[in-house]
């Protein structure tokens, strides 16, 4: 009974450490697309942080769209490499904790990568990249 009771603990502990994007509150950065190298996002970031960018709120229902899209894709170990094409900055709060995000992607996928934990959710079903990049667009002029 006591290692049922232990496994079902660990369990509810595990859970968090397998979700999908979590998120409190979404903010992308306007007008700002610069590609580059993982290190370079990462800079821009900081740079974008600290010059007080514009960006746009999603409200609520936004928020859970985008949390709907990506829930049924696997979360993967993102590796560096070069980024080309339409890059969007996000910040992520989740539980009071601030993360740095870019959505990336072309016609065949997309992607959104957590540059604090170095995890990406990739898209390939083109519906939903459609749906995302209709998100996106709408919140930007």
């Known amino acids: 009974m006591k290692k049922i009771l232990l496994l079902a603990f660990l369990i509810l502990f595990t859970i968090p450490a397998f979700c999908q994007i979590e998120a ?52 993967k170990r993102f590796y560096q490499q070069k980024h080309g094409g339409e890059i969007y900055y996000a910040v992520v709060w989740f539980k009071g904790n601030k993360y740095n995000y ?24 083109s519906m939903k990249i459609e749906a995302l990049y209709a998100l996106i667009r709408k919140n930007r002029p």
């Open 24 to 75: 409190d509150s979404i903010f992308i950065y306007k007008d700002f697309k610069r590609a580059g190298t993982t290190a370079g996002l990462q800079h821009n970031h900081r740079d974008l942080a600290s010059q007080q960018a514009k960006t746009v709120k999603l409200n609520g229902p936004e928020t859970a769209d985008l949390k709907a899209l990506f829930k049924e894709t696997k979360v």
């Open 102 to 125: 870019i959505i990336e992607g072309g016609n065949d996928f997309a992607r959104m990568v957590n540059l604090n934990t170095m995890r990406k959710w990739t898209l390939e079903e």
